[in-house]
């Protein structure tokens, strides 16, 4: 059972680990391409007073330094629940007493390493983001390609073409948007779920993680595609378009990949469980079978429809209040 339960924690640690370890990666990579995209203006007229693409890229170290500031934080305070969580594992004093000690190398790898990877990784993709003619940054030119097929050059009606080009537009968000409906089925789904094969403590963790997971990045997904499209929506509202004519056309066109990513979440959790139970718990007695919950994913369902569907209603409302004319100036 103590093996058990250390398997048991490392699959945790790798797969919700795992998890944020991508996400911050795939964030790094995109913030750091949407800030040369609005600021292209100002590299532009770095790059034409002879600064190299080098010189330019390497200030982009910084985020390794909030990578830092995030990690050490984790770390202490997943230093400082420790003693509470090897209670809550001992509970009924099976096994020998565990104390909390300090390891420096492990702080290291779990703080320094990933500070110092992530200052190098946005220094070479800044540096190859910045690999374009000046007079396109200048410009602030962006090229999105997109193919067209033939059924595409007949006449489809304006709302249905723009929810198409704002999708194509801005790819990388329908990935974020379905990873925050993936982060939200998974880990709400395996919480409620290994309360039965672990400890409670281990579910709050997984529930918690896969909640601040899910809801930054549909926070952040849904802010980009706002900001990014301002000047669509003030025409519009020039135009008469009435307020929920632009909202579906630019924020609905991303909901079919957010359920698509709930029910890739579903599955991915049903085959996780199924994988730890009988390989992880095989020598462990007294383990129920696990078998897929229809209940647990019902509730799960109710609960992200709810959440989406509000949080795309924020959204709407943000879109409404934004000022034609500072939009129209820039």
């Not at 050490?72 to 400082?80: D, K, R």
């Not at 008469?240 to 709930?262: E, M, N, V």
Request: net charge positive; proline share 3%.
């Amino acid at each position: 059972m103590y093996n058990a339960i250390i398997s048991t924690g490392k699959v945790v640690a790798a797969v919700s680990g795992g998890c944020l370890a991508i996400t911050s990666v795939i964030m790094l990579l995109f913030y750091i391409k949407n800030y040369i995209d609005m600021h292209g203006k100002e590299l532009g007229i770095l790059k034409a007073l002879g600064y190299s693409n080098f010189k330019i890229a390497k200030h982009f170290w910084v985020f390794g330094l909030s990578v830092f500031v995030g990690c050490a934080l984790g770390y202490a305070l997943a230093f400082l629940y420790l003693p509470s969580f090897y209670e809550l594992q001992n509970a009924e004093h099976l096994f020998p007493e565990i104390k909390v000690q300090f390891h420096p190398f492990l702080a290291f790898l779990l703080v320094g390493v990933p500070a110092m990877s992530f200052a190098a990784l946005a220094v070479i993709y800044a540096c190859f983001r910045l690999k374009q003619p000046v007079f396109d940054l200048l410009k602030e030119k962006h090229e999105y390609k997109a193919e067209i097929s033939k059924k595409e050059t007949k006449d489809i009606p304006f709302l249905k073409e723009l929810t198409r080009s704002t999708v194509r537009g801005r790819k990388s968000l329908v990935f974020f948007i379905a990873f925050s409906a993936f982060c939200f089925s998974d880990m709400v789904q395996m919480s409620m779920s290994m309360k039965d094969l672990s400890s409670e403590a281990m579910a709050i963790m997984i529930l918690t993680i896969g909640l601040i997971l899910s809801f930054v990045t549909l926070f952040l997904s849904l802010s980009s595609v706002v900001k990014g499209n301002m000047k669509t929506i003030a025409m519009m509202r020039v135009f008469g378009y009435k307020h929920s004519d632009y909202s579906k056309a630019i924020l609905g066109g991303y909901r079919p990949f957010s359920y698509i990513g709930f029910v890739i979440g579903t599955v991915y959790q049903y085959a996780l469980l199924k994988i730890m139970v009988t390989i992880v718990f095989a020598d462990v007695g007294n383990v129920p079978e696990y078998n897929f919950d229809f209940k647990t994913c019902a509730i799960t369902l109710v609960l992200f429809i709810l959440a989406y569907e509000i949080t795309m209603y924020v959204y709407s409302q943000r879109s409404k209040k934004l000022p034609i004319k500072s939009i129209m100036l820039e």
